[in-house]
């Protein structure tokens, strides 16, 4: 099973602050990654797949980037409704299919 | 446009089968890859396993003997029938959609339904 670790697991951020989210596979999965985007109470949303490709209607401060066992979610200028949950799933491997643990943008 | 929609009881006696549907609008059953995903409460997302309309299955190695999927095209339904639970299987439950075997992400979710397993 590969097992995906997000770090770091809360971050703080006052807005318009650029907000950078690590992902690190337990051993390489080429470009087979997805982010989401999860608030509370909500489903998760797909925010990009294969490692770097943002999905149509989610804001350009949203990139992706990363390859083999290593990854980023970056947010150039962060902003209040971008308070969620960040997960990052594998999809070279399976199954299982794997998430990781998830990161918490809070909002200064 | 598409949308899933998760239904059964939310509240099941531990030992006892939990069962779940997910009802598919707009009549797309007949493609994609159907999955089920759970959260315990405060936790991360755990991925049960897939239905698709073949009929082929695949399951989480973790909860393979418990789990079982099926597909209802007639009702543009598919559902979860999870056994022998117990208090770890309290989550959310969400289904959710798969575009394709080989760009396994979800694009598309339910809004999730909570079911706690207690006497």
């Known amino acids: 099973e590969i097992v995906m670790t997000q770090s770091p697991a809360t971050l703080s951020v006052s807005p318009g602050e650029r907000v950078t989210l690590s992902c690190r596979a337990s051993?390489?999965?080429?470009?087979?990654l997805a982010w989401y985007q999860q608030k509370p109470g909500q489903a998760p949303s797909l925010l990009i797949y294969?490692?770097?490709t943002r999905v149509t209607g989610v804001p350009a401060r949203f990139s992706g980037s990363g390859s083999g066992t290593g990854f980023t979610l970056t947010i150039s200028s962060l902003q209040s409704e971008d308070s969620a949950v960040y997960y990052c799933?594998?999809?070279?491997?399976?199954?299982?299919?794997?998430f990781g643990g998830g990161t918490r943008v809070e909002i200064k | 446009q598409v949308q899933l929609q998760e239904s059964g009881p939310g509240l099941v006696k531990p030992s006892e089968t939990l069962s779940l549907s997910c009802s598919v609008s707009?009549?797309?059953?007949?493609?994609?890859?159907w999955n089920w995903i759970r959260q315990a409460p405060g936790k991360g997302l755990e991925w049960i396993g897939y239905?698709?309309?073949?009929?082929?299955?695949n399951y989480n190695p973790s909860l393979k003997s418990r789990v079982t999927m099926s597909l209802d095209p007639s009702k543009s339904q598919f559902s979860l029938k999870l056994n022998s639970v117990t208090a770890a299987d309290t989550a959310v439950y969400f289904c959710?959609?798969?575009?394709?075997?080989?760009?396994?992400?979800?694009?598309?979710w339910g809004q999730g339904t909570l079911v706690t397993v207690s006497s």
């Open positions: 294969g490692a770097s």
């Open positions: 707009a009549g797309f059953i007949r493609s994609y890859y």
């Open positions: 799933q594998q999809y070279d491997n399976w199954p299982p299919l794997t």
């Open positions: 959710a959609r798969a575009l394709s075997s080989g760009w396994y992400y979800f694009d598309l």
């Open positions: 051993r390489t999965i080429n470009y087979n």
């Open positions: 239905i698709h309309f073949s009929g082929n299955t």
